[in-house]
């Protein structure tokens, strides 16, 4: 018999769809042993998600991918709001901007998921080894509780079965247009079965000799999509509502005269239901409209039929619901269907080994365009925080804010897209008295509200042992207050130093320019996603004694032996490897020089020289404007220092003086690597 192959792994990841390639994407950054494992045998090609929320651009850009997704997208610009006049017919009701002016540096887009899989897939492979394993999935999964808290241990055992070619390939049904063959995406819709029981018996009887492995880690992460196989062994459930509400979506070059076709529109139409226009890339346009095609089964719930969902069945849909204009295609690229359910996890992680991501975790309609982009928020939340226990710089302890911090987004996202369905998917009321309707000043309220939600920058992470803020403790699912280490060591913002800047939100941005050779930078691009924590010291006019003298005694405090950076850097390792520190000063940019500033600031390396790109200072651009940054972000003239997470979000505001401040913050949960 055939030896079974048997591994250790730091990292396996389950699951090559956003959610799962994000975490992947952290750990090449991060140069972690890890595997990502999927069961199909390749990537989404077309159709599936296609929204990008402003944060996610700023999220891609961090990683290097984001001009690619911004160049590449379509840019939404303008909404448009469609509702029947008082004849029933519709008309323009309104104009609204797709995102919030002035939010982000970027704008929300649209682009298929299959672009966004490629330019992940592009990062891992430039930074690491890593490659999804396609074809494989895990049959089996075992955790040794006696050995979670240990940090050397691999309390996880995985088997994991490498499926053929024919069994990678899901069966997927196709329609015929214009005698082009068109693939639907309805084996990954929730109306199809899943098939993932299939596969594992299939691949069973097949008696080859490396068709099973077994692999030990030291975490698992589940990005296994909404019926997670991992989720399963785990014994966790989703919670939550299951509706009626069937939606086709198509993605067609439109021939239309709806003048609107371009931009994203919210059409309600008196009796025909409702429907949402995405112009997309390469003149695609998607159209999510809700099907009313259902059909009660024996239990309390009802299904689809899905044989009688088809392209026809959802243009005469939009055809109703878009009269008296016309629209048809010639050119269709992808359609589904897919029935909302709007569901969270009980619990997002296990002994914080084994931690659930994206749609293994929540699921929601997509029309709000947040599924995509909350589920690469997940793993990008929990990315960094696993590499940097798993590296030994940081205690397990942070890991429990995984699930304090974005099972509340979950929430919230479940809440806003319940709102959202119900006053999209309801009939327009024709007049103040009819109850039953919906009132379209109560979905514009909404849909203007829900923008910055939307947006994915309104998250402000609450009060834990890595966001030093007052607030009410919050508690993981076993009970322990993941905020007890911030309180023990008693390290609290002091917001009033820099209005502009939220702890627990991710830092704004703004243009300042480098000291040494002036070149404009957003501040955001400062802080790539590498697993760094920056200390950004807001310096003043550091040609005023006081304020130079503050930071002089910064930079002493900073460098001593006691304090964060040589405590908490491993032995050996570069003088970034763990914290970057950068200051932005405002004194006039021609009146200092870089050698003006302690030596902390510039450090130096015996081949490459001084470091020029940790000195930054508010000015004006000869070409790009911006400048100010100290009242765009509210900071005090008197300074301050800021710490941001290495996934940007802000963790502690606090004076120059209160060093001590920084190093009992960090003391709270990095492992002392140096005594
Ligand atoms: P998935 O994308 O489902 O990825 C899971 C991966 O795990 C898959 O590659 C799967 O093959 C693999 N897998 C599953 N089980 C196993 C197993 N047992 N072993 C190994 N591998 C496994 N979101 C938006 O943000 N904007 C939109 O506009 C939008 N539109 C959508 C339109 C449609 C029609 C659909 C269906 C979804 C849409 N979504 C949208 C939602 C979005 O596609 C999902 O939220 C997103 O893909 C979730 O990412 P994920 O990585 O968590 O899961």
């Not at 002091?494 to 070149?519: F, W, Y």
């Not at 304090?563 to 490897?577: I, M, N, Q, R, V």
Request: net charge negative; proline share 3%; charged share 25%.
């Amino acid at each position: 018999m055939a030896t079974v192959l048997e591994s250790n792994v730091d990292v396996l990841i389950v699951g090559g769809g956003p959610a799962g390639l994000m975490m992947a994407t952290w750990m090449a950054k991060c140069s972690i042993n890890a595997r990502i494992v999927d069961k199909r045998g390749t990537k989404i090609f077309n159709g599936q998600a296609d929204g990008l929320q402003c944060r996610t651009l700023e999220i891609l850009d961090s990683l290097g991918i984001g001009h690619r997704a911004w160049r590449e997208a379509n840019h939404m610009v303008e909404i448009c709001l469609w509702n029947p006049d008082e004849n029933g017919v519709i008309r323009r009701s309104d104009r609204i901007p797709d995102t919030i002016p002035g939010i982000s540096r970027f704008q929300q887009v649209v682009l298929h998921q299959g672009r966004i899989e490629r330019f992940f897939l592009d990062a891992i492979a430039e930074a690491s080894d890593i490659r999804v394993e396609r074809g494989v999935m895990p049959s089996s999964l075992k955790i040794d509780e006696s050995l979670v808290e240990d940090d050397a241990a691999y309390p996880i055992t995985v088997t994991l079965r490498h499926l053929t070619e024919k069994e990678a390939t899901p069966r997927q049904s196709s329609t015929s247009v214009n005698g082009e063959v068109v693939q639907d995406g309805l084996f990954r819709s929730n109306l199809a079965k899943d098939d993932t029981q299939d596969l594992l018996e299939l691949s069973k009887l097949r008696d080859k000799a490396n068709s099973e492995e077994i692999v030990h880690a030291k975490y698992l992460v589940g990005a296994d999509g909404a019926h997670s196989w991992t989720r399963s062994q785990l014994g966790l459930k989703l919670e939550g509502d299951s509706t009626d509400y069937i939606w086709g979506v198509l993605d067609i070059v439109p021939i239309t005269d709806f003048p609107d076709i371009r931009m994203r529109c919210a059409i309600h139409s008196a009796s025909n239901g409702s429907i949402m226009v995405i112009p997309r890339e390469n003149k695609l346009v998607r159209l999510y409209i809700q099907l009313t095609t259902t059909e009660k089964t024996g239990d309390t719930s009802s299904r689809a039929d899905r044989s009688k969902i088809n392209p026809q069945v959802i243009l005469e849909s939009a055809q109703k619901i878009m009269a008296p204009y016309k629209i048809t295609y010639r050119k269709l690229d992808w359609w589904t269907a897919y029935q909302i359910g709007q569901r969270v996890g009980t619990s997002f992680s296990v002994h914080d080994r084994v931690f659930l991501a994206g749609d293994a975790v929540h699921t929601h309609s997509p029309k709000a365009g947040q599924g995509m982009n909350v589920s690469m928020q997940d793993t990008f939340n929990l990315g960094w925080k696993i590499a940097s226990v798993v590296k030994g710089h940081a205690k397990r302890s942070i890991l429990k804010t995984y699930q304090s911090e974005r099972r509340g987004i979950a929430q919230e996202l479940i809440a806003f897209d319940h709102k959202f369905s119900r006053l999209f998917s309801g009939r327009p009321a024709k007049d103040v008295m009819d109850a039953e309707g919906i009132s379209m000043e109560e979905f514009k309220a909404a849909f203007l509200k829900g923008h910055m939600f939307a947006s994915g920058i309104a998250v402000n992470y609450g009060a834990s042992e890595i966001v030093a803020k007052e607030g009410s403790r919050e508690e993981h699912g076993d009970g322990t207050d993941v905020s007890v280490a911030n309180v023990q060591s008693n390290v609290i913002s002091d917001e009033s130093l820099c209005r502009g800047i939220t702890v627990g939100m991710r830092i704004p941005s703004h243009k300042v320019l480098n000291q040494a050779d002036a070149r404009p930078w957003h501040l955001q691009e400062l802080l790539p996603s590498n697993g760094r924590w920056r200390i950004i010291v807001f310096a003043g006019n550091v040609t005023n004694s006081e304020q130079r003298g503050k930071l002089e005694k910064l930079a002493q405090d900073f460098g001593s032996q006691s304090a964060f950076l040589s405590l908490y850097t491993p032995e050996g390792a570069k003088y970034d490897e763990v914290f970057e520190l950068l200051v932005i000063h405002n004194a006039p940019r021609t009146s200092v020089s870089i050698f003006d500033f302690p030596e902390i600031f510039r450090p130096f390396d015996e081949i490459d020289g001084w470091d020029y790109n940790k000195i930054f200072v508010d000015d004006v651009s000869y070409h790009e404007g911006f400048g100010n940054i100290y009242d765009a972000l509210g900071i005090s003239h008197s300074g301050c220092v800021v710490i941001v997470r290495p996934d940007q979000y802000v963790s502690y505001v606090g004076p120059m003086e209160n060093t001590a401040a920084v190093s009992r913050f960090f003391g709270g949960f990095l492992r002392v690597q140096q005594q």
